[in-house]
């Protein structure tokens, strides 16, 4: 079949057009390609970064009214946590929110870090409330 | 079975066009799933959670680091400049969005009182920057 095809364009075509480069060169358009590729990987970030919304006093009115009937979550200085005064361990803690969430109370809770404790131990336990089932986490000191 | 020697023409042919599809494919997907964003003043790891939704883009990032500093906007500032920065931004752009990303070992007491002074300054919609955390 191809030769067929090149004994055609032999007989047709003049000795110059036959060369097979074709009208436009490829390597130049390659180039720019390969520099947007280099820069796209240079200068792309593949964050996961995720945001936890933090209640402020626009979101709910009044802050004595929010705080009333919330719990208090504490932790202590070497990571123990304390529900409403009471030391209990991560997983009461888990059961008990599991449970006031599905008797469906809507409660809130603040959540108490001691000085010393770290942002991400903070974390951990804005986590745990929350999946637990606890809707408003907030952080106080 | 016998092949024969490929002809200069073919050769060049089959080389270049896969690789010219491979690249532009990797080009796409760079373009797409990278974000383009200016690098932080700061060097800060926020701490890791599995709890969060997206963040939203053009929010002002408030960075505290573990030895003390703190920038808004990438801009390092005392302490004490925090509140006023704040209602100074809040003054241009109402509903601004503030990101706070502290580090992970930072206290977080240290932390809570720079919520309270944005809080303070009048910021309405305030969010904590945390780290995906795909192992658990």
Do not use: H
């Not at chain 1, 997983?91 to 008797?103: C, F, N, P």
């Not at chain 1, 108490?112 to 907030?138: C, R, W």
């Amino acid at each position: 079949m191809r030769a067929v095809c090149v004994e055609l364009e032999v007989k047709s075509e003049p000795a110059q057009v036959r060369s097979r480069r074709p009208l436009v060169s490829l390597t130049p358009l390659i180039d720019v390609v390969f520099l947007l590729l280099v820069f796209f990987m240079l200068a792309s970030s593949f964050s996961t970064e995720r945001v936890i919304r933090m209640l402020t006093p626009a979101d709910t009115g009044i802050v004595q009214e929010r705080e009333a009937g919330a719990v208090l979550v504490r932790i202590g200085p070497g990571g123990g946590i304390d529900l409403n005064g009471e030391p209990v361990s991560r997983s009461v803690l888990a059961q008990r929110i599991g449970a006031w969430s599905v008797s469906g109370e809507p409660r809130r809770y603040l959540v108490q870090p001691a000085p010393g404790v770290t942002t991400q131990q903070a974390v951990a336990v804005v986590d745990l409330l929350k999946s637990s089932g606890a809707g408003s986490v907030s952080l106080t000191r | 079975m016998k092949i024969p020697p490929p002809t200069e023409d073919n050769r060049t042919e089959l080389s270049v066009v896969p690789l010219v599809n491979v690249v532009f494919l990797l080009l796409i997907f760079f373009m797409l799933v990278g974000q383009i964003s200016t690098p932080e003043s700061l060097d800060i790891r926020p701490p890791r959670s599995v709890s969060g939704e997206e963040g939203i883009g053009g929010a002002v990032k408030v960075l505290l680091t573990r030895d003390g500093q703190i920038a808004v906007d990438n801009i390092v500032l005392p302490e004490s400049g925090l509140v006023e920065r704040a209602a100074g931004i809040l003054a241009e752009r109402p509903a601004a969005e503030f990101q706070i990303k502290a580090d992970a070992q930072v206290d977080a007491v240290r932390m809570i009182r720079a919520m309270e002074g944005l809080r303070a300054a009048g910021v309405e919609r305030l969010t904590l920057v945390t780290e995906l955390d795909r192992s658990r």
